[in-house]
Every structure is written in structure tokens, then in C-alpha cells.
């Protein structure tokens, strides 16, 4: 009978647990975003959206030349933006890569998609092709890109196992994933982070490393959010 009184007490201390202390418990984070935080994405103002994502204060914006040094594209390389939004990296990776070069646009948003190709053709850049993405992949061609990069996109990803094993499958072999995102501290990121993004740091890596990933390094420059540098193995 012990171990019925060892499972009761287990079942009474989950009932009286405060609401959410499981999911912020180390551990046990959801395994994915809530679906909420994607909604606004559905049916977007464009410009409403422009405006926030590219903005002077927004840290990834004010960095952009730097985060696009760091990332030493060469021309002629096939990268995906995958969270592209509004494009702001899009437009710059396909100035980087040149004509030969290839960029593709992955959003769950049609919107954004769309503006992003019309931006692209306005500022003659041919070499951008729109995808509109899922949650579940992110509809490229297997070992089709030479790098693969996320800004303040992966607290979004509803199913992470799923869209980081696609992500593995479409960088060609020695590829890199790239991935930005906010700094989630207890007790140190603001209530906006600790409510918005579901993992920290070190939990997200774990996630990566999992679906076949290796952390090769991470670029300190940034202060909100960590810059992390993963790569497929040639092997």
C-alpha cells in the first residue's frame, strides 16, 4: 500500500499546485508556443507590422549590418528566412548573395509573404521566392540551402521537434542554422519575455542538439537577445 499513498500525495500536490507552476518548473517548458501568439499574424496590417519590426530601439534592427557581417554570406549561397515577417533580413540576404545567389522567404503569414516579394521587386532583387510556411515544416527542397536563419522566431514555433527536423533536412550537409531570439532570465527579462517566450537559452539548444545539431558557436554582441550558431555535420 506504500506506493498507493506515494502516488496520492503526487495526485494532491499536482491539484493544489498554482496554475502555470508546472510549465515554469525546470524541465518540464511546453513543448511548444501557444497558438495565441500567432494569431496576429493570420490577417496582418503590413504596415502596422513594418513599422514595429523595423524600427530604430528594436535590437535586431539596430543591428542588422552587424548581424549581417556576422553571417559572411558569399555570393552565390541559397538562404532561408524563415520568420521572414517583413523582410527585413530577406532584402539584405538577397543584396548579399547576389544574382546567383538564392533567398527564401518562409512565413505562416500570406501577407507577409506577398509584401515581401513585391519589396523584393521594387528593389530589383530577383533572387527572392516567397513560401508560405507551416507550422510542422517549412516547405523547402531536402539539403536545398546553404544556411538557414531565425530572428526573434523560434519562441513561435508550435511544434519545435517538427520544424527543426525540417529545418535540418533542408540545409545541405556542413550548412548552418542561425538562430536569434530573446534572452529569457527568471528574475532578470522583463514580464513581456518571461509571458511571451516559452524556453530560455540553454532549453532551446537542447531542442536543436536533439534533432542531429551541433552548437558551433554564438556571437555576443547582442544584449536582449543571444545569437547561436548550429551546424548540420558534413557526416
Known amino acids: 500500500m506504500r506506493w498507493l499513498r506515494i502516488s496520492l500525495v503526487l495526485v494532491l500536490s ?4 498554482p496554475a502555470g507552476a508546472v510549465a515554469e518548473s525546470p524541465g518540464l517548458a511546453p513543448t511548444g508556443a501557444d497558438p495565441a501568439i500567432n494569431r496576429p499574424y493570420l490577417d496582418p496590417d503590413f504596415e502596422q507590422w513594418k513599422g514595429r519590426f523595423e524600427r530604430p530601439g528594436r535590437e535586431v534592427y539596430d543591428h542588422r549590418e552587424r548581424i549581417l557581417e556576422a553571417l559572411a554570406l558569399e555570393s ?7 520568420g521572414a515577417g517583413t523582410g527585413l533580413f530577406t ?28 519589396r523584393a521587386a521594387a528593389a530589383g532583387h530577383e533572387n527572392v521566392i516567397g513560401i508560405i510556411g507551416e507550422q510542422a515544416g517549412v516547405g523547402l527542397d531536402a539539403e536545398s540551402v546553404d544556411l538557414v536563419f531565425t530572428s526573434d522566431t523560434y519562441h513561435h514555433f508550435e511544434q519545435p521537434e517538427a520544424m527543426v527536423r525540417a529545418i535540418h533536412a533542408a540545409l545541405r550537409p556542413g550548412g548552418e542554422f542561425v538562430l536569434i531570439d530573446f534572452e529569457r532570465i ?7 519575455i518571461l509571458e511571451h517566450v516559452r524556453a530560455g537559452k540553454e532549453t532551446v539548444i537542447e531542442e536543436v542538439e536533439a534533432e542531429g545539431f551541433r552548437l558551433i558557436g554564438e556571437e555576443d554582441f547582442l544584449n536582449e537577445n543571444y545569437f547561436l550558431r548550429f551546424e548540420k555535420p558534413a557526416s
Do not use: K, P, Q
Open 91 to 118: 532584402l539584405l540576404f538577397a543584396e548579399a548573395v547576389g544574382e546567383e545567389g538564392r533567398v527564401y522567404a518562409v512565413d505562416i503569414s500570406r501577407t507577409f509573404v506577398d509584401n515581401i516579394e513585391r
Open 186 to 192: 527568471e528574475g532578470h527579462s522583463s514580464r513581456w
Open 14 to 17: 499536482l491539484l493544489l499546485m
Open 76 to 82: 552565390g549561397a541559397a538562404v532561408a528566412d524563415v
